[in-house]
């Protein structure tokens, strides 16, 4: 069994995008536009460009790109870092929070779907698992860079 969980839980996660993808499709929301706007949301507006990029996983040029369109798209604002001139931090706008907010309505919707037929105690194990998951990598990682 333990030998199917890497391959599970990456299908589940493709699978789950893929359903997101559909309903972020109905917003006008490609897949590389939502995850840059979720994953804003999620860590904070003021964050860097390149914190950003690294949280969704992507190279800094591929991220500049999505947030040049966003930005052009009226949702978002670059500034320039307080801190470091070298740096421009994320803000919505607020035609970008209202999209948030839109977003989070039709993800529930998917989200609701997805998790059909699993009780809510079993979703929470389902949760503390996959966070136990999380944290082991992110401390076997963190050991190697050592």
């Known amino acids: 069994m333990e030998s199917n969980l890497g391959w599970l839980m990456n299908r589940a996660g493709?699978?789950?995008?893929?359903?997101?993808?559909?309903?972020?499709?109905?917003?006008?929301?490609?897949?590389?536009?939502?995850?840059?706007?979720?994953?804003?949301?999620?860590?904070?507006?003021?964050?860097?460009?390149s914190a950003l990029a690294a949280n969704v996983g992507v190279e800094q040029p591929s991220m500049v790109r999505t947030l040049s369109q966003l930005e052009e798209a009226g949702l978002i604002e670059r500034r320039a870092s307080e801190s470091d001139a070298r740096c421009r931090t994320l803000w919505f706008s607020p035609e970008g929070r209202k999209l948030i907010k839109e977003m989070e309505a039709v993800a529930k919707e998917g989200r609701e779907l997805l998790l059909q037929g699993i009780s809510p105690e079993r979703r929470q194990v389902l949760h503390d698992v996959l966070e136990q998951v999380i944290s082991n990598a992110q401390a076997l990682l963190s050991e190697e860079s050592k």
């Not at 706007?37 to 507006?45: W, Y």
């Open 14 to 49: 493709l699978s789950w995008r893929h359903v997101v993808d559909k309903y972020m499709a109905k917003l006008g929301l490609t897949q590389t536009r939502w995850v840059a706007l979720l994953v804003l949301d999620r860590i904070g507006e003021g964050c860097t460009q």
